[in-house]
């Protein structure tokens, strides 16, 4: 499986911005996915996730009700919603995928990464 992140960009605190992550390969339906990011001088930390149907979600706490997670698996893309976008949200995230287990949280748990794609909110 290879990933292709996109959509970051340069904004203003408050604004909104959409995340893509688009999959190649025939598994992408089964396979779980996150939404990863890392700011400057921090480690990787896991920002939302969701299951091969899409009906189950989980959300870091910094961005539970401002941040949507979804995927198409017609399309094999994975997206991240970002809204009232925060200084503190700056960061390049990251999406990863691996078959979906059952859990979620953790970042071993995905063996397959994007490339990454910079956001920046300035206040």
């Known amino acids: 499986v290879q990933l292709q992140a996109s959509g970051g960009g340069s904004v203003q605190a408050g604004d909104s911005l959409m995340l893509s992550c688009v999959a190649s390969?025939?598994?992408?339906?089964?396979?779980?996915m996150a939404w990863f990011r890392q700011a400057p001088g921090k480690g990787r930390e896991l920002v939302a996730a969701i299951n091969w149907s899409g009906d189950y979600t989980h959300y870091a706490d910094s961005v539970e009700g401002r941040f949507t997670i979804s995927r198409d698996n017609a399309k094999n893309t994975m997206y991240l919603q970002m809204n009232s976008l925060k200084p503190e949200d700056t960061a390049v995230y990251y999406c990863g995928a691996d078959r979906d287990s059952g859990s979620y949280q953790r970042m071993a748990i995905y063996g397959y990464w994007g490339q990454g794609t910079l956001v920046t909110v300035s206040s």
């Open positions: 390969g025939r598994t992408f339906s089964s396979y779980a």
